[in-house]
């Protein structure tokens, strides 16, 4: 149809491109979850099937699109990290979000069963928006991961006493909310500990920290690449997969392209629940952002 007189509608569409040297952030998130934990009556405060899920699925998102660096995920949302070279479909945003969202709904329905063995999903079946947003330093990208990760320390505290005082100390949600007005992170840690004898620090890691899926390259080669390699392989541009992009669109022959490809499809995906606020992960992983 190349030609035809109904070629202009393509000009009604609007060129979303995120500009380069940004690094893109893609965060999915579970639309009315609060109902679906209703429904399949997760346990509160913190599910762990369902958290375990959401790790799963977010494991296979990342394996499956290589121009992805790292994940975060806590609650009913993950937060995937393009990074700043990526080509994948020339950085549309349209593109990249709906992908993201979609792969991980369809890896979110597709291994319910196996950590919901005794509940059948059924319509409405669960899905995720998505949406990208673009951050043009390394130091902003930084802040975006710390402020999902303090919110999830935020949201767990409030929850963990919030269920404690429900579900331990027989309050109704009215009360509990109640009790909870105005209270600082001190008094909450002192009302888990006095009243229910609960160290907010015992409690799991995954539920305070949430969860980080990353590339991990440590076993790789014997050690320790050197950070130049790491440059100049990035900045010949990965070709995500399935995405349309111009072959050497930054100067790498087209066997560097594939070589550099298939390293990152080789690589370890790690899943852990650590402090990604601090230096310490990112000083330890320099890979992971260079
Ligand atoms: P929206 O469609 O606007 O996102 P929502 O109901 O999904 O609406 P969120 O703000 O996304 O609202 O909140 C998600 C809800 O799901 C929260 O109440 C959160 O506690 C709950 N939730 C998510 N994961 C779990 C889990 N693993 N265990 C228990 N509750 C969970
Ligand atoms: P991109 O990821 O860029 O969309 P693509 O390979 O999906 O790449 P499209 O332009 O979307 O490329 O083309 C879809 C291809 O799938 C076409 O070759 C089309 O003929 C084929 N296709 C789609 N549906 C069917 C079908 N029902 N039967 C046979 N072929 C199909
Ligand atoms: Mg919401
Ligand atoms: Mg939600
Ligand atoms: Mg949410
Ligand atoms: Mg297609
Ligand atoms: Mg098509």
Redesign the pocket.
């Known amino acids: 149809m190349a030609n035809s007189g109904f070629e202009y509608v393509r000009h009604f569409e609007h060129h979303d491109a995120i500009p380069p040297s940004n690094w893109i952030v893609v965060r999915i998130d579970g639309r009315g979850f609060s109902k679906l934990c209703k429904k399949y009556s997760f346990s509160k405060p913190n599910d762990q099937r369902a958290l375990d899920l959401m790790n799963a699925a977010a494991t296979e998102v990342v394996r499956s699109l290589v121009d992805i660096v790292l994940a975060y995920g806590q609650s009913d949302e993950y937060s995937f990290i393009f990074h700043e070279s990526a080509t994948m479909?020339e950085r549309r945003a349209a593109k990249l979000a709906t992908t993201v969202a979609t792969a991980f709904t369809a890896e979110y329905c597709l291994q319910w069963p196996t950590f919901f063995p005794e509940q059948q999903l059924s319509r409405p079946f669960p899905t995720f928006d998505g949406r990208c947003v673009a951050y043009p330093k390394r130091k902003i990208l930084r802040d975006y991961l710390a402020w999902r990760q303090a919110d999830c320390h935020i949201n767990n505290l409030y929850n963990t006493v919030f269920w404690n005082l429900v579900l331990k100390g027989e309050m109704d949600g009215k009360a509990a909310e109640e009790a909870l007005k105005g209270t600082l992170a001190a008094d909450k840690n002192e009302i888990l500990w006095s009243r229910f004898e609960v160290n907010y620090n015992n409690e799991p890691a995954i539920w305070r920290k949430g969860t980080v899926v990353y590339r991990a390259y440590d076993a790789e080669e014997g050690g320790t690449r050197q950070s130049g390699d790491v440059e100049g392989q990035r900045s010949s541009g990965g070709k995500g997969l399935?995405?349309?992009v111009s072959e050497g669109a930054k100067g790498g022959s087209k066997s560097q392209l594939e070589k550099e490809r298939k390293r990152k499809q080789k690589a370890r995906i790690a899943v852990e629940h650590v402090d990604i606020i601090g230096d310490g992960f990112w000083e330890a992983r320099p890979y992971v952002l260079a």
């Open positions: 479909f399935g995405g349309g």
